[in-house]
């Protein structure tokens, strides 16, 4: 074996050959358990690293800031990946329940604004409550035109004010019932 004349020739070796350890030393990993930290220097000075569980902490092992993990140690971690793994799940389902609770704090809002389920675009209401809409309204009809021929047979005005309890925003008094309209008899 002999080092390579040119310096592209040693960079493109140097480049094939990280990639072959690395991924050797991610191998080692995986079916061993075993922890590995490699750091390399290319040709031009820059640094690679690989390192399982990390450099750092494998660096920091070695250089006896933190004890060796023993043999018999693999039992404890394979509990703590369990015990981990449960606190993910749990956190998993307090954020899924958390996410529905918003939606429904959001939809409750959305109604409170509202207030009445008759304020929503017409677009947006079903069959039933359309149904309780056009019982309401003809019940509105039926009174304001009652009011009318009450106010007709006191010899009242029908342009006088409608008091605070009757009022019901802007209405077109000249509404005749189907009954006055079959009858001929119009407001």
């Known amino acids: ?101 918003g939606e429904e704090l959001k939809q409750m809002q959305m109604e409170r604004q509202r207030k009445f389920w008759f304020d929503a675009p017409i677009e947006e209401l079903n069959l039933d409550q359309l149904m309780k809409l056009q019982v309401l309204w003809e019940g509105l009809q039926k009174k304001v035109v009652d009011m009318q021929v009450a106010r007709r047979l006191a010899g009242g005005s029908i342009s006088a004010p409608l008091s605070s309890t009757n009022y019901a925003g802007a209405i077109d008094l000249n509404v005749a019932t189907t009954a006055e309209m079959d009858a001929g008899v119009h407001p």
Request: aromatic residues 8%; hydrophobic residues 35%; contains cysteine.
């Open 1 to 101: 074996m002999k080092r390579f004349s040119t310096k592209n020739a040693r960079q493109a070796s140097f480049s094939k050959r990280r990639a072959s350890l690395f991924k050797k030393a991610s191998e080692l990993c995986t079916l061993t358990g075993a922890e590995v930290a490699i750091i390399l220097f290319s040709p031009g000075g820059k640094a690679f690293a690989f390192g399982h569980p990390s450099v750092d902490t494998i660096t920091n092992r070695f250089s006896n800031r933190y004890p060796m993990p023993h043999s018999d140690n693999q039992d404890s971690r394979g509990a703590n990946l369990s015990a981990l793994n449960q606190r993910l799940n749990y956190l998993h389902e307090q954020l899924v329940t958390e996410e529905k609770r």
